[in-house]
T-cell receptor
Framework: QKEVEQDPGPLSVPEGAIVSLNCTYS??????FMWYRQYSRKGPELLMY????GNKEDGRFTAQVDKSSKYISLFIRDSQPSDSATYLC?????????????FGKGTKLSVIP | DVKVTQSSRYLVKRTGEKVFLECVQD?????MFWYRQDPGLGLRLIYF???????EKGDIPEGYSVSREKKERFSLILESASTNQTSMYLC????????????FGEGSWLTVV
């Protein structure tokens, strides 16, 4: 079982819709959780970063982590065509030797005008 | 802002050629990474380095080597390129210690013919 599972989509929504993107993870040692956005033929860019359980909001984006169920979510309110991209979730342990992130495979989102 | 620069965005190489992909980061990060990204397979770690002249194999090191002679520079080497190494290659870096997320370059698209 891969440590971070993510539905690849594709997901297509009308402009203005609320988008919910989700991941599950299996490693209880993960403490840090990130969402990256990747436009076509570009490198991933960090979108949201959270530590442990809880919510974090940044403009139209909300990241949510539920460590009890090992569930990671990203919500996009009032979605825009410019939000069309692939979204990658990632998780990381907290130890000094935890160099790496474990990534989901990404969900491709299209927001239709 | 963190800047990870991959010098070559698009390359076409012949089978059997030696290929160098160069990456430079400007934030004095201890850790540097090379990933490849393929449709349906997500991001896969090739090698990472946690210090100058130090390297660790990732998930798919076969057919690749790396070099880190200076802290800011991390090179990926394909000793004898093959068609199954046609892919997008992503360099990334982060600060040492726990809790530090990864910053990516724009990617290098390599086609081996």
């Amino acid at each position: 079982q891969k440590e971070v599972e993510q539905d690849p989509g594709p997901l297509s929504v009308p402009e203005g819709a609320i988008v919910s993107l989700n991941c599950t993870y299996s490693n209880s040692a993960f403490q840090y959780f990130m969402w990256y956005r990747q436009y076509s033929r570009k490198g991933p860019e960090l979108l949201m970063y959270t530590y442990s359980s809880g919510n974090k909001e940044d403009g139209r984006f909300t990241a949510q982590v539920d460590k009890s169920s090992k569930y990671i979510s990203l919500f996009i309110r009032d979605s825009q065509p410019s939000d069309s991209a692939t979204y990658l979730c990632a998780s990381k342990g907290a130890g000094a030797g935890s160099y790496q992130l474990t990534f989901g495979k990404g969900t491709k989102l299209s927001v239709i005008p | 802002d963190v800047k990870v620069t991959q010098s070559s965005r698009y390359l076409v190489k012949r089978t059997g050629e030696k290929v160098f992909l160069e990456c430079v980061q400007d934030m004095d990060h201890e850790n540097m990474f090379w990933y490849r990204q393929d449709p349906g397979l997500g991001l896969r770690l090739i090698y990472f380095s946690y210090d100058v002249k130090m390297k660790e194999k990732g998930d798919i090191p076969e057919g690749y080597s790396v070099s880190r002679e200076k802290k800011e520079r991390f090179s990926l080497i394909l000793e004898s390129a093959s068609t199954n190494q046609t892919s997008m290659y992503l360099c990334a870096s982060n600060r040492g210690g726990g809790g530090n997320t990864i910053y990516f370059g724009e990617g290098s698209w390599l086609t081996v013919v």
